[in-house]
């Protein structure tokens, strides 16, 4: 059904302040439907590059080879392979098998931090993970987005920043463009939509601070 503005302020006029019609969020429903749709045929990544595509496919047959699979590759192998692939991989970083990384040449791994299995780095854009950073089984790294107000569906990416000493739970997602500051917990299966405060423990959907980290003194 198309609304034309004047007939909504005809039906709606006792409960809406008329201004309010014209601006973007109402103004649109008098266009023909059609013109409020996207066109996926219309979609392009715009100026966005992902690397060339012989690395891109070299890649894929490396990682079904080495990261997408339980056999037991050695870690220090798999940080050799990042790091001849563009990625920064500090000492001591521990890789469970099953991991699947995007682009490594997109990748930054600080020293002694864990990647658990079935971790997904879906870097698009940088993912930059500091220090004794632990990312549990399943957790998700996602920097992919679309402009959800743009016909075109246009696409947009958001880097990732996990700060030293940050515990990404098993099975929780971290979304576009968010930090975990330093030593934050994202409590398992929870969604970080917006930055974590340092030493804050988040939980939920989106996840919200349930309390602070105190870290025992040895
Ligand atoms: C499991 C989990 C959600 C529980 O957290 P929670 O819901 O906040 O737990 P509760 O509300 O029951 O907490 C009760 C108490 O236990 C403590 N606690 C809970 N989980 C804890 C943990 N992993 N380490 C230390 N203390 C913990 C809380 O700090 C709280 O202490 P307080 O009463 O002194 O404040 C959380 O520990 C988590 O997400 N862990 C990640 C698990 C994971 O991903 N494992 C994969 C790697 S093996």
């Known amino acids: ?5 004047s007939s909504l302020i005809e039906s709606y006029s006792d409960t809406i302040d008329e201004k309010a019609l014209f601006t973007r969020e109402y103004v649109f429903m008098s266009y023909d439907p059609a013109e409020c749709e996207v066109d996926l045929s219309k979609y392009s990544a715009g100026d966005y590059n992902p690397g060339s595509l012989v690395k891109r496919v070299l890649w894929l047959w490396i990682s079904r080879c080495f990261f997408e699979t339980w056999f037991p590759w050695p870690s220090s192998l798999k940080s050799k392979i990042l790091g001849s ?5 500090g ?3 521990v890789w469970k098998p099953c991991v699947k990384i995007k682009y490594p040449w997109f990748l930054k791994v600080g020293d002694h931090s864990w990647i658990g299995e079935h971790a997904w780095i879906d870097n698009l854009a940088p993912v930059e993970i500091l220090n004794n950073v632990v990312i ?8 992919g987005n679309h402009d959800y107000k ?3 569906f246009d696409l947009r990416i958001g880097p990732i920043l996990l700060e030293a000493g940050v515990w990404v739970g098993a099975k929780a997602i971290v979304c576009p463009g968010v930090t975990l500051k330093k030593m934050s917990v994202l409590a398992v299966g929870s969604i970080a939509t917006g930055d974590l405060e340092a030493y804050g423990i988040y939980s939920g959907n989106p996840a ?4 602070e980290r105190v870290v025992r003194l040895a």
């Not at 059904?1 to 503005?5: D, V, W, Y």
């Open 1 to 5: 059904m198309t609304l034309s503005c």
């Open 85 to 89: 692939l563009g990625a920064e991989i």
């Open 91 to 93: 000492e001591g970083v």
């Open 136 to 143: 549990s089984q399943g957790a998700y790294l996602l920097t």
């Open 150 to 152: 743009s016909r075109d």
């Open 208 to 211: 919200e601070k349930v309390r």
